[in-house]
């Protein structure tokens, strides 16, 4: 990614480290197919996987924009320069809107403003990226398992961000509903070589086709 892109990204606000947003860009680079990402929040994220999309794909970023749980005033992610005055709610989309423009990405990461399992409910276009980094709680991160996941190609990568195996990491949330369901469906094996710390990327694999018994 060149410089000056690097530059905005690093700019917008976020909580993707260096590396894992690396790991992202090569694991997206690395798939055909349109991309998807669940939490966009100020665009960090959408600016990798739009520099690994450009000429070839797009990239479809997901969320309300009024920000999760521990976004909110009183939690420890709130950030009070984010809340629209008018509404009394954040609203993260303004600055979304401005990362993707300063990132020259207009053309490439197309927002989808809405509750993520509403849209998930009426997605119907296989993906070859999807990444999900939305709300954390048992809740969202188990919406997003079951309403995402199965719009994965055959081939496609599934990337799930802050996935701490050991409570005193982080949240479970994202481990305990997301990637241990995923490996355990039997769809999914985590390509071990693309993952980066809490960024953990997964394989949809070729099911077994059912075996099918005459009864005698
Ligand atoms: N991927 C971003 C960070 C996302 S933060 C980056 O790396 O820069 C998580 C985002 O998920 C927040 O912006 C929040 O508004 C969004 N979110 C949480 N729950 C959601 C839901 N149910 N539907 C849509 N968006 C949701
Ligand atoms: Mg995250």
């Keep these: 990614m060149i410089a000056a892109r690097r530059a905005v990204a690093d700019h917008a606000r976020g909580f993707l480290p260096d590396d894992e947003a690396m790991a992202l ?15 966009a929040y100020c665009g960090k994220s959408a600016v990798w996987l ?20 521990e976004n909110q005033a009183g939690w420890e992610h709130h950030d009070p320069t984010l809340v629209d005055p008018v509404v ?37 276009t296989p993906l070859g990226f999807l990444f999900i980094d939305g709300g954390h709680g048992v809740e969202p991160a188990r919406a997003d398992y079951l309403g995402w996941t199965p719009h994965v190609a055959v081939g496609g990568l599934l990337a799930i961000h ?6 005193s990491e982080g949240g479970r949330p994202p481990y305990e509903e997301i990637y241990r369901p995923a490996l355990a469906s039997g769809q999914f094996e985590e390509d071990v070589a693309l993952s980066c710390r809490s960024l953990r990327v997964l394989r949809r694999v070729q099911t077994a086709p059912a075996v099918l018994r005459c009864a005698t």
């Design 162 to 167: 802050d996935v701490y195996p050991d409570p």
């Design 50 to 69: 739009g520099d690994a999309a450009e000429g070839r794909t797009v990239v479809f970023s997901v969320d309300h924009h009024r920000g999760s749980e």
């Design 25 to 39: 860009h090569r694991a997206a680079t690395s798939v055909a197919g349109p991309i998807l990402e669940v939490g």
């Design 88 to 124: 009394g709610l954040m609203d993260t989309l303004p600055f979304f809107r401005q990362t993707i423009f300063d990132a020259g990405l207009e053309a490439t990461v197309v927002a989808v403003v809405g509750p993520s399992a509403t849209v998930a409910r009426w997605w119907a």
